[in-house]
């Protein structure tokens, strides 16, 4: 379903050489397949989960996602692959203050191809808590009620792959359970193969495969052998 092969991604830095963030020989997850990818602050982990997604072009390489090369799209196609294949949980919410948690969510298939349903809108807010609170905006909505709504709107429209990005990290410990399994069962029902990075260990024993972005990342590698030299 995912697959990619020596991709690379580095930012300019001003009078100084580029700086690495990913060096990826080969990563796959298959269809339907829920997997963990933890690693320590500044690895990279949201920097590869945005180059999957298509929201930063990789420099060079492969992200093939459900049998498309997302590097030789153009930007609006990536847009237009993301809108149909990809569902994100964004770590800071990303929802719209001027609209009610119904509409956020809803606005989550606009930009899909083919259909809308507001009875699937709603019926997800109610799977997460929030049936009672449709109609209410984020601003009188809670930190972890806020979350809820982003992952109902990332799984709305019914994506083939799940980027999900810290979902727990904001939400008190009564409801971390919820989101997940929200997620996982969500997934699983409709055939959605899902990374999600985590910092929770209690959250990553939930799930069979769990990967190290060191492991994986050549730049990881690099840095932690430096950093080992050093010492």
Known sequence: MLQLENVKKSYPQYGQEPLEILEIPSFKVAAAEQMVLVGRSGSGKTTMLHTIAGITKADSGKVVIDKVDMLRLS???????????????????????????????????????????????????????????????????????????????????????????????????????????????TCREEKVAMILVTHSMEVSEQFDRVEKLEDINLVGKKTVKGETEAV
């Open 75 to 185: 930007e609006s196609g990536r847009d237009r692959l993301r809108a149909n294949k990809i569902g994100y949980v964004f770590q800071t919410f990303n929802l719209l203050q001027s609209f009610t948690a119904l509409e956020n969510v809803l606005i989550g298939m606009t930009f899909s191809r083919g259909w809308s349903s507001r009875k699937r809108a709603e019926e997800l807010l109610q799977r997460v808590g929030l049936g009672h609170r449709l109609h209410h905006k984020p601003d009188s909505l809670s930190v972890g009620e806020q979350q809820r709504v982003a992952v109902a709107r990332a799984l709305v429209k019914k994506p083939r792959l799940l980027l999900a990005d810290e979902p727990t990290a904001n939400v008190d410990p009564s409801n971390q359970e919820l989101i997940i399994e929200l997620l996982r069962e």
